[in-house]
């Protein structure tokens, strides 16, 4: 994206994450916020962004700062890491990031808008109704929004060649991950130029080509912990030996139930409340089409790795 010009609208706990992470890679950055008692709310959020990043920088520059899992690829490459430029740059993105309640102000010029607001339908139409008629010509909308797909609001936009989604994960500057997920009326134009600016912010982008409900890592993630909760509520066994099968198997770092522990219980419950309320919601696993797939390779001789190609390929 040849644009510099960001606004981020909300100030929740990843909107102000988003908003440091792309000043710190030096982008000009307005925060749009709905009312005067929001700013008592973010700016407390975006002051512990940037002694989180100041506390990451340190110990990135330490022995055990240069593990894998702690390691903060948003900030550093391992390879060029200088703590004197990475601190210099969190302050600079700390005292740049400009907080405006005028809507029509905020997004002058704007090269991109993240909306990045709760996660109530009413409350983002109402937003992107204010919007449309407000944004120059050239901005590109995205949504991070994480439980409700873009097309949701897609006619509310003005502009459904410019709007995709654009989401990230918690702690951004760690896990440095962005789902790009167009809708079926999204230029590629545009869901190639996001793509581009998410690698200018230190994500690694992770296109998506037709929209989907939970995006890559939820999609994996929550049936993986649907069946360690499923193994527990049924009684065939206890969390701490379900996390140690999955961590020795594996070699993961974590089992099922301490990332449901990060996750924190209530959201869980409310993923499987609501699936026990809709089981017609539940999207099922098209097996005939992995069978389909799965046969392609085979019959192209890729078995797998003692075939020296699978799904990837080994020498």
């Known amino acids: 994206m040849d644009g510099k010009k960001i606004v981020v609208a909300g100030g929740g ?24 008692g929001s700013i008592g709310r973010t700016q407390p959020k975006l002051d512990a962004v940037y002694n989180t990043y100041l506390k990451t920088i340190e110990m990135m520059d330490t022995p055990e700062g240069k593990s894998p899992f702690v390691w903060a690829r948003g900030i550093a490459d391992v390879e060029t890491f200088d703590k004197g430029i990475c601190l210099e740059k969190a302050k600079k993105a700390y005292e740049s990031i400009k907080i405006e309640l005028d809507m029509a102000k905020a997004v002058q010029d704007a090269d991109l808008v993240i909306e990045s607001m709760a996660e109530i339908k009413d409350d983002k139409i109402a937003f992107y109704q204010s919007l449309a008629p407000l944004i120059p010509e050239k901005t590109i909308l995205v949504t991070n ?25 918690n702690e951004i500057w760690r896990h440095n991950t962005a789902e790009v997920m167009l809708q079926e009326k999204t230029d590629l134009k545009y869901f190639n130029e996001v793509i ?74 409310n993923i499987s409340s609501a699936k026990a309320a809709h089981p017609e919601m539940v999207e099922k696993i098209h097996y005939e089409e992995i069978v389909k797939l799965l046969k392609e390779y085979i019959d192209e001789g890729k078995l797998g790795r003692s075939a020296g190609e699978g799904f990837y390929k080994y020498k």
């Open 13 to 36: 706990v990843l909107g102000t994450q988003i908003a440091f992470q792309v000043a710190y890679c030096g982008f000009d950055v307005t925060v749009w916020l709905r009312s005067e």
């Open 145 to 169: 929004s994480s439980s409700m797909l873009p097309s949701t609001f897609t006619e509310y936009t003005g502009r459904p060649e410019k709007y995709l989604a654009l989401h990230f994960a």
């Open 196 to 269: 581009e600016f998410a690698k200018q912010i230190r994500m690694v982008p992770l296109p998506i080509k037709k929209e989907k409900a939970g995006y890559l890592l939820n999609s994996l993630l929550i049936p993986f912990l649907d069946a360690a909760m499923d193994l527990y509520a049924t009684g065939v066994s206890e969390p701490e030996v379900i996390d140690m099968a999955w961590k020795l198997g594996t070699g993961a770092p974590a089992g099922p139930f301490q990332i449901l522990d990060i996750v924190g219980l209530t959201t869980a419950v």
